[in-house]
């Protein structure tokens, strides 16, 4: 049986596992897995079959080096996580040598969920799931008026940048924090808000940040997976429940959210919904238009997450498909050899 031949470019490390579960899949098609970086010993090379070093250019550039690669190669499906937008809007680069890309191709639906604030002005409009109270800061005279705002209204406060991925770039406004006490402990993402605004106030503007209120409460990571036109097959709410557990959780309210997201925006493949808890309300972070940095632990449930949005993509049925609750799991790291070439 031939081989179908699968490309991830820039990816975080944890696309280690999703490189084997799609090769270690329940229907044994054989799979090739090719994948791209900037940095030759990135963990995300490691489990595949054939690597190279990517050029850091951006946009169109980009979209036409990842275009060549699977030219090159006769790749059947490409799975973009760098720079996303630019490739799905240059689909037609991958249309004309027959390789099919698992990105979500509503271009101005993508861009609005790769930027906070322009998906948080979209999501409030619909009734799917509350968002926290927010505000959009450029300068070091709106984040105080941000702040000041939402302390009005009885919040903690914290801020992102509108467009980071993770936690890059969350801090938490403390003014309680002791820096004598966090040099002799474990490092915090907290700061105080005459240190931030300080920070701020060293340059004319920055890039939009997104200052909000302090979710407290559960941290929810909803994986999804959706067929090729959004219709969506299954989803496994996976919380944080203290130090690296997990819990896979049969959750009513946020299944009925994901259905809803689901209904709403059609997003393709795999994506993930982050929900945070404020006393008994759920409220949005964020919606992440791609697996998340934990679906291999969501794939615990029975579903092979990776795989079958692979397979939806190749334009098979995937059937009825019932995830596996209630289950409590964690992770330990394993050493491995690096390559120690790749060009």
Same mark, same amino acid.
């Given at each position: ?187 915090? &993402? ?6 931030? !605004?300080?920070?701020?106030? =060293?340059?004319?503007? %920055? *890039?939009? $940040?997104? #200052? ?75 919606? &992440? ?6 679906? !291999?632990?969501?794939?615990? =449930?029975?579903?092979? %997450? *990776?795989? $079958?949005? #692979? ?33």
């Amino acid at each position: 049986m031939k081989k179908v031949k699968v490309y991830f470019n820039r990816w975080f490390s944890v696309a280690y596992h999703y490189m084997n579960a799609i090769r270690n899949n329940e229907d044994g098609i054989p799979f090739e897995i090719y994948a791209t970086h900037s940095d030759p010993q990135h963990m995300a090379l490691q489990a595949s079959d054939v690597a190279e070093v990517e050029p850091r250019t951006s946009g169109v550039e980009y979209a036409r080096f990842c275009a060549d690669f699977c030219r090159r190669h006769g790749i059947d499906v490409f799975i973009p996580r760098w720079n996303m937008l630019a490739i799905s809007k240059h689909l037609y680069l991958f249309d004309d040598i027959g390789t099919k890309v698992m990105v979500c191709q509503d271009t101005e639906l993508l861009e609005q969920l790769m930027e906070k604030d322009l998906f948080y002005e979209s999501i409030r409009q619909k009734d799917i799931v509350t968002i926290p109270d927010y505000a959009i800061a450029s300068n070091a005279e709106q984040f105080k008026q941000a702040y000041e705002s939402l302390i009005a209204l009885g919040h903690k406060v914290c801020f992102k940048p509108c467009n980071a991925e993770g936690g890059m770039g969350f801090r938490i406004i403390d003014n309680e924090r002791n820096p004598l006490e966090e040099l002799f402990g474990h490092a915090l &993402n907290h700061i105080s808000f005459e240190e931030a !605004h300080r920070v701020l106030s =060293s340059t004319e503007s %920055f *890039p939009n $940040l997104m #200052v909000m209120e302090l979710l407290e409460g559960y941290e929810y990571s909803i994986d999804c997976l959706a067929d090729r036109n959004g219709k969506l097959l299954a989803a496994v709410p996976r919380r944080k429940a203290g130090g690296r557990l997990r819990l896979l959780e049969q959750h009513p309210e946020l299944l009925k959210v994901a259905q809803k997201v689901a209904e709403a925006y059609h997003i393709p493949y795999n994506y993930n919904i982050q929900v945070k808890y404020n006393g008994e309300h759920a409220k949005l972070l964020e919606i &992440n238009p791609r697996m998340s940095g934990g679906l !291999h632990v969501s794939c615990l =449930s029975g579903i092979n %997450f *990776p795989y $079958l949005a #692979v397979k939806s993509a190749l334009g098979h049925e995937i059937g009825s498909l019932h995830p596996q609750y209630d289950i409590l799991a964690s992770h330990i790291e394993q050493p491995i050899t690096i390559r120690k070439s790749v060009h």
